[in-house]
């Protein structure tokens, strides 16, 4: 297998036709074509299907299509190393980062990181780790400062934890049920919530059914964002549940408060997610050495943000 044929089959599944393809790949459509014959002819298998709206893959193409994601972008990694090395720092760095360390330290962490690295590039994922494993798994993303559960693939990723924190019950500071010291005192209120595609059956055990609290789905309302959900906390009288951190952030503790509940909930770790067996790049290891000295020097801190912030974290640094 050549590059030039991993190349055209990741254009051809981007794009969606060979024309597309091609303009991607700034070559002729006889190029693209020629390639994936090349390529299926050395395979002895088809990789193509042609439909109405153009092309897609076969079972085989599919299969080969996450190698090829991976190669390329281990060969992207490979030049960008050499580039370093020759003391020209500079390129693309692709991260994502869960909301509330978004929120609350990396603007810190990208300033310092913007002084040591001003040449290189940032691409800023927010988002849950259902969202960014199959992008680490692609090779387009280089690491995830994300959740670490028992969900996430170990023969797969490797994770260096960074904190942990509680999850916690929260309404809007005004909400007639502030005073509440159950969940089971909450069961005839609306919800939203945030939490993974795979994970309802998970979310409910852990906010309700450990307690032995029973609630209509119909109550439990799901936002793909928490921007969503404190929205619609504020403007309604739904609870929400979310990391404690995230009260210490001004957006949400000027407007949502925890609950005093009786019941203990999930304790939740952060940390370093990577595809196991790779390293980290020279600008990934600079950006993951600017967070560790950010949130080294705020967990000493004697200022009362930052002791707010972190009374509600245990480092594991």
């Known amino acids: ?30 190029a693209i074509s020629k390639a994936l014959r090349e390529l299926e002819s050395h395979l002895q298998l088809p990789l193509l299907v042609r439909n109405a709206s153009g092309v897609g893959l076969t ?13 390329l972008g281990q060969l992207e990694q490979a030049q960008l190393e050499l580039t370093h090395l020759k003391g020209h720092i500079e ?53 995830a400062i ?19 924190y509680q999850m916690a019950v929260i309404a809007r500071c005004e909400h007639p049920k502030r005073g509440s010291r159950s969940i089971h005192e909450l069961l005839d209120q609306d919800w939203v919530v945030n939490y993974p595609d795979t994970g309802h059956e998970d979310f409910m055990t852990e906010l309700f059914w450990q307690h032995s609290a029973q609630i209509p789905v119909e109550q439990v309302q799901r936002a793909q964002s ?25 957006i949400y503790r000027e407007r949502v408060a925890r609950l005093d509940l ?9 940390g370093i997610v990577t595809p196991r067996n790779t390293q980290l790049g020279t600008a990934a290891q600079c950006f993951v050495d ?28």
Do not use: N
């Not at 079972?59 to 190669?71: C, D, E, F, N």
């Not at 009786?262 to 952060?270: K, N, R, W």
């Open 59 to 71: 079972l085989y193409g599919r299969s080969l299509l996450l190698h090829a994601r991976q190669m």
């Open 226 to 250: 928490l921007q969503l959900m404190l929205s619609l906390m504020e403007q309604t009288d739904m609870l929400g549940y979310c990391p404690e951190p995230m009260l210490t952030v001004p």
């Open 262 to 270: 009786a019941e203990s909930f999930a304790t939740d770790t952060i």
């Open 91 to 143: 390129g693309h760095l692709r991260f994502a980062i869960s909301p509330w360390m978004g929120m609350a330290l990396l603007p810190e962490v990208v300033q310092l990181f913007r002084q040591r690295m001003p040449k290189v590039r940032l691409e800023i994922f927010e988002g849950l780790m259902a969202v960014t494993l199959p992008r680490l798994r692609e090779g387009t993303m280089d690491f």
């Open 1 to 30: 297998m050549k590059l030039h044929q991993l190349q055209a089959l990741v254009a051809i599944a981007d794009c969606g036709s060979i024309r597309a393809a091609a303009r991607k790949l700034d070559v002729s459509q006889t």
């Open 146 to 164: 994300g959740l670490v559960s028992a969900l996430l693939p170990r023969p797969e990723f490797a994770c260096d934890p960074l904190l942990s």
């Open 290 to 317: 600017c967070l560790l000295q950010v949130i080294r020097r705020r967990a000493r801190s004697s200022k009362a943000d930052d002791r707010q912030l972190f009374d509600t974290l245990r480092l594991l640094i």
